[in-house]
């Protein structure tokens, strides 16, 4: 499945456009890190974008991801790409033991945390988002109580990162797509630092 049609694909499932971003963002990071540690990077890149496609059909962790799973493979959808998704979710009882799966469930709930903190930036911007403000936020247990602190660190643990150096290659990860993302804020993309 080629990127455009995994994205052609998602818009079928998803109408939700902070979902499809969610996705995106998750994307961008995984493109990045399989770059950074020579991996396929579409391969990557498409399990990113796939991973929630069916939460709009499927809001349930009962069902989630589990009950998406024999759409991506009618779809013709890679088998360690629908593992990997498989395993994003710790309830379905399956094992996370690629480095493709360990990347998507690092990767997941961390840029859900990075884009609700630059949202309430002045910035609204993740070009000026460092890892220290989302540091202040994250002991703020009120503050995007979707975003599960355990399993970001958990993530981090298991891909066998510094949780705060995780944190930092994603902004920097989700800064290349900030205008698809609507995260540019009031700033230009000169703005960022880092």
């Not at 890149?45 to 809001?59: C, R, S, V, Y």
């Not at 911007?125 to 890892?131: G, H």
């Not at 298991?158 to 944190?167: A, R, S, T």
Request: with cysteine; hydrophobic share 45%.
């Amino acid at each position: 499945m080629q990127r455009q049609q995994a994205l052609d694909f998602v818009r079928t499932y998803v109408k939700n456009e902070a979902l499809v971003r969610h996705m995106l963002s998750v994307e961008a990071v995984m493109r990045t890190y399989a770059e950074a540690l020579s991996e396929d990077i579409d391969l990557w890149g498409l399990t990113g974008l796939l991973h929630d496609f069916d939460w709009e059909i499927h809001p349930t962790a009962e069902e989630h991801p589990l009950a998406g799973l024999p759409i991506l493979r009618e779809a013709g959808v890679p088998e360690d790409v629908i593992e990997a998704i498989g395993a994003h979710s710790d309830h379905t009882g399956i094992p996370r033991e690629s480095r493709l799966a360990k990347a998507l469930f690092a990767c997941d709930e961390v840029t859900g945390l990075i884009t609700a903190v630059a949202l309430v930036r002045p910035s609204r911007s993740l070009y000026d988002l460092q890892a220290s403000s989302v540091r202040k936020k994250w002991k703020d247990k009120s503050f995007a109580a979707g975003a599960d602190r355990d399993l970001i660190a958990q993530g981090a643990q298991e891909f066998g990162l510094d949780l705060w150096q995780h944190v930092d290659f994603s902004i920097m990860a989700m800064r290349k797509i900030a205008k698809e993302l609507d995260l540019e804020g009031n700033l230009s993309p000169n703005a960022a630092q880092g």
